[in-house]
């Protein structure tokens, strides 16, 4: 079964900070790859995904993220972060051939205004 | 409001109750998800509708654990005889998607239900 790693439990930064959020995966098959994120009070939300095509993913509010097969990863980023993206986020693995999404543990950020 | 709503938003039952839980997802997916979140972890999958079919099980999901959805509307997770470990957030989510095979479409998650078993 798959299994997704998230490297950091918590991050805080400062706003204007660039930010990576770490996400590995074990699978050996296809995937479709997903951040959510879940701002404080609020429900889940897709910051982006990946299915096919090209590996540099773009989603909401500057966020994107790149697959890098090799290394089973897809690591989210920001170039530069704001107060209101204070969040939970969660980086998720889909097999292509079912509809069991495994979520990582998920990663704090705080911003600093 | 068109989004997944889901009933009750906080239960608290004693040990060894039944309770049950109500989502009613996005009118027009035909797709629906039942996840269980706990402290400090991400959402862990429960199981899968696509309409009323039940298409995926969790071995996550016990004999206690029981899901619906008889119209291929809304859906019910009961869960028999409540242990504290299944004290929990409980989230549904919904999506639509062509019949078979992965989902390409967004997954829409509902605020959840949080339970507490004393």
């Known amino acids: 079964a798959q299994s997704v790693s998230q490297h950091n439990h918590h991050v805080i930064l400062s706003e204007a900070a660039s930010l990576e959020l770490g996400c590995n995966y074990s699978?050996?098959?296809?995937?479709?790859l997903f951040w959510y994120v879940q701002y404080p009070g609020q429900h889940l939300q897709l910051l982006l995904k990946?299915?096919?095509?090209?590996?540099l993913v773009k989603g909401i509010k500057g966020f994107e993220a790149e697959f890098i097969k090799s290394k089973f990863s897809f690591n989210l980023r920001k170039p530069s972060v704001q107060w209101s993206d204070t969040a939970e986020y969660f980086c998720?693995?889909?097999?292509?051939?079912?509809?069991?999404?495994?979520f990582g543990a998920g990663t704090r950020l705080t911003v600093k205004p | 409001d068109t989004g997944v709503s889901q009933n009750p938003r906080h239960k608290i039952t004693k040990r060894g109750q039944n309770v049950t839980f109500r989502c009613d997802p996005i009118?027009?997916?035909?797709?629906l998800y039942w996840y269980r979140q706990t402290l400090g972890q991400g959402p862990e999958f429960l199981t899968y509708?696509?309409?009323?079919?039940?298409?995926?099980k969790s071995r996550l999901l016990s004999d206690r654990f029981s899901a619906e959805r008889p119209k291929g509307s809304f859906s019910t997770l009961e869960i028999q005889r409540t242990e504290q470990g299944d004290s929990a957030m409980y989230l549904c989510?919904?999506?639509?998607?062509?019949?078979?095979?992965?989902?390409?479409?967004?997954?829409?998650f509902g605020p959840g239900t949080r339970l507490t078993v004393l």
């Open positions: 989510a919904s999506s639509s998607g062509l019949a078979g095979g992965s989902s390409y479409n967004e997954q829409f």
């Open positions: 509708f696509q309409n009323e079919a039940q298409l995926e």
């Open positions: 990946y299915f096919s095509g090209d590996p």
């Open positions: 699978y050996g098959g296809t995937v479709n």
């Open positions: 009118s027009e997916h035909n797709r």
């Open positions: 998720a693995v889909m097999p292509y051939n079912n509809n069991d999404m495994r």
